[in-house]
């Protein structure tokens, strides 16, 4: 196990009806002009936005709002949002929806702490300093309620890249699981693609003796093997949506993946995909990761196999270990199929046609070096055939 420092100071407020205690989290951690942060609508029609500005008016908070974030998020409202808390002398946002949203917050607060441009730190800057977030979660997916990350579109290029710090943890995160019973079921389905990805994107490692943290992802996986079917089958089974909530925290607030080397060129592949067809993420990476899995087996055949034989119940073939991880990686596929993921470029909305400006803009963009580095280093010959692999 590699030497780490874990540092994870969120307070999360779990259950049913905590979205009342939005007010009372706001001023424990010490704001007092607010920013409610938000997405295209849902959080307003749910009647979420107004219980949460009563629960900000009943500790006297004065209050702003700002709406319209998309999924996947993009710059020019992250600039809009800066502009409005240094006029406003915001001192605390509060971001509610999902990944998107939790994300824009992190970008302005981030900013508005910042002399230069928001986006030197999703150019590799690290952030040091932010405003304090706090997060009410309509949906469990990117994990951003608990991470000390965001994932931001640059419309000029449409280069989709994260930014790290911190700074940008949540002070607090409210998470209802009701909240996210008016999920339509795909968006639903993306969101346990998404957790799940992040599970193995931590699960391909190449550091040795992580017994810990590998049966702490297994346990995940298996959980989210469970509950996913049960929350397709019935949008309303609290117990299943709730714990499919902590699962989408625990998954990616790192708690599993310390002390260990890490992926994540599924997630840059994927984002390439998300910012050039704005599909969803997570169908994004039901598409992604099979094709990955596949082309990188090979470099730890029984790390595959080992997932095959613990997490999806197949039977180790210890002559020909490649056979068992590929049934692995072909249970996977299953799995997300099952959910309603799409199953290749097609269904995704994406085109061969441009997978040279897809792997173009993986390797190059926004001053990358030609490569993308995780578990395998990955050129662009590489790129281009884990690209056709999804066709
Ligand atoms: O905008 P509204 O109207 O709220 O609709 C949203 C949106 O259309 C809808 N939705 C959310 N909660 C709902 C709801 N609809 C009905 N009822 C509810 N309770 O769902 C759609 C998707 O929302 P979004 O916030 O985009 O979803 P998600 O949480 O999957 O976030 C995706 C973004 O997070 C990034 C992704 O790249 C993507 O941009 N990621 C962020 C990470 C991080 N910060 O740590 C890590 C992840 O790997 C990921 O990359
Ligand atoms: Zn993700």
Redesign the pocket.
Known sequence: MDNFTFYSPTCFVFGKDTESQAGALVKRFGGSRVLIH?????????G?IDRVKASLKAEGLPCYQLGG?????RSGLVYEGIELCKKENIDFILAV???????SA?AIAAGTVYDGDFWDFYSGKRIENALPIGTV????????EG???????REDGMF?R?ASGDAIRPKFSILNPA??????PY?TA??IT?IM??LY?RYLTNTREVEVTDRLIEALLLTMIHEGPRVIENPDNYDARANIMWAGMMA?NNSCGVGRSQDWNS?NI??EL?ALYDC???AG?AVTLPAVFTYVMNHDVMRFARAAVRVWGCQMDFDHPEVTAREGIEKLRRFFISIGMPRNFAELGAREEDIPALVQALCYGNGRPGSISGFVTLDEADCEKIYHLML
């Open positions: 938000y997405g295209g609508g849902s959080a307003v029609r749910s979420l974030v998309r999924p996947n998020p929806g999902g990944g998107s949203s939790i994300d992190k979660l309509t949906i469990a997916a990117a994990g951003s991470s000390p990350d965001s994932v931001i579109t989709k994260g909240l996210t019973q008016t999920l339509p968006q993306a969101g998404d990805a992040h994107e990616h997630h994927e984002h998300s969803a993420h997570g990476l």
